[in-house]
């Protein structure tokens, strides 16, 4: 029988926090399949998921060597029979009362390809939380592209959606291993395929924000660049090279590209060293190179006429507003 949602969490020496994400899974109960995917951990981990597939009918453990965040959700897609699927990473969890809301809109709303939600950037250290809302999506009704508008800086992040997996199985995701930032190709690829989309306004997911060692933490980036700056590229080439330029979707697509580049470039550029800003540099060549048109465009955009340039006082302009937006939102 087809579950209703599945629920991949990808786990790498999880041991302590494990516990307080999938506790606030199994309430789901038999409507949700919840696979634990215990990628060569060292720790505790492996047993703990597997005291957990023991103890609850609808918990499947899955033992792989190390591959990484990717490798983890790749191989949790091939066991997952929900009609939906949504990744949960193994330091966050689900708010209860919105858990619940989601799964009865989920049952009994329209079948759609995205469903889309809230999250809370949660900093319990500091007591501090930011929910991320999409005020200007139309609520609880199914819509299209022509009707996403968004705030300013805001895009779909893997934490607020929940694909239909029909539609990852026609866009045959792949995420590569052994590599951080593959969310933002799990999030970007299957859109093609995205025609109806649905927004409850719960919140939902509480994105845990604290570990020194969490692919967020601006030293950790600029630790792993050379992995993000890998991934951006790959967003590039399936731009150009996958995304109808007329299609309903496209403007939305060439706006999560914009963003990511800026992400990228704005810590390169944090980074300071000379060998950063040269990072920087050969992005933006490389998006010259492979799409010409996209380029033009993304460097005379609000974002690319401060990050594509080099000049010191440009950095600073770009430096202190991400400090400032860093302090805004929470989001590391």
Same mark, same amino acid.
């Given at each position: ?9 990808? $786990?790498?020496?999880? #041991? #302590?926090?494990?516990?307080? $994400? ?19 951990? %060292? ?17 499947? #453990? ?35 009362? #919105? ?5 009865? %809109? ?17 900093? /319990? ?15 609880? @009704?199914?819509?299209?592209? /022509? ?24 866009? @045959?995701?792949?995420? /590569? ?20 989309? =649905?927004?409850? /306004? ?46 309903? =979707? ?83």
């Amino acid at each position: 029988m087809e579950k209703l949602l599945s629920l991949i969490v990808p $786990c790498y020496n999880s #041991a #302590a926090y494990l516990d307080r $994400c999938v506790d606030s899974l199994t309430p789901g109960g038999e409507r949700v399949q919840i696979i634990l995917v215990d990628d060569g951990s %060292t720790d505790f981990t492996p047993r703990m998921v597997d005291d957990y597939a023991a103890k609850y009918d609808n918990v499947e #453990a899955i033992h792989e060597a190390n591959v990484g965040h990717g490798g983890a959700i790749n191989n949790g897609l091939k066991r997952a029979s929900g009609k939906y699927v949504k990744i949960i990473d193994s330091d966050d969890w689900l708010d209860q009362v #919105a858990y619940r809301q989601v799964l009865d %809109t989920l049952e009994k709303g329209p079948e759609v390809d995205l469903f889309l939600a809230n999250y809370v950037y949660d900093k /319990p250290a500091k007591h501090r939380q930011k929910v991320v809302k999409f005020p200007r999506l139309p609520k609880e @009704q199914v819509f299209s592209w /022509p009707q996403v508008k968004l705030n300013l800086g805001q895009y779909f992040m893997l934490h607020s959606v929940t694909y239909n997996r029909k539609v990852l199985e026609q866009a @045959q995701v792949t995420l /590569p291993t052994k590599v951080s930032y593959d969310d933002n190709i799990f999030v970007f690829e299957p859109m093609v395929h995205v025609k109806t989309m =649905y927004y409850l /306004p719960v919140d939902f997911y509480h994105y845990f924000i604290g570990r020194d060692d969490q692919s967020v933490n601006e030293s950790v980036m600029l630790r792993k660049i050379d992995q993000q700056i890998m991934i951006n590229k790959k967003l590039i080439v399936f731009y150009a090279s996958q995304v109808d330029k007329r299609a309903p =979707y496209a403007k939305y697509m060439n706006y999560f590209l914009e963003a990511v580049t800026g992400v990228t470039s704005v810590i390169l550029i944090r980074g300071k060293k000379p060998e950063y800003l040269a990072k920087k540099d050969d992005l933006w060549r490389f998006l010259k190179t492979y799409d010409l048109a996209t380029y033009k465009k993304l460097r005379h955009r609000l974002v690319g006429l401060f990050v594509s340039r080099d000049n010191r006082p440009t950095r600073h302009v770009v430096s202190w507003t991400y400090l400032v937006l860093q302090r805004l939102y929470s989001f590391n």
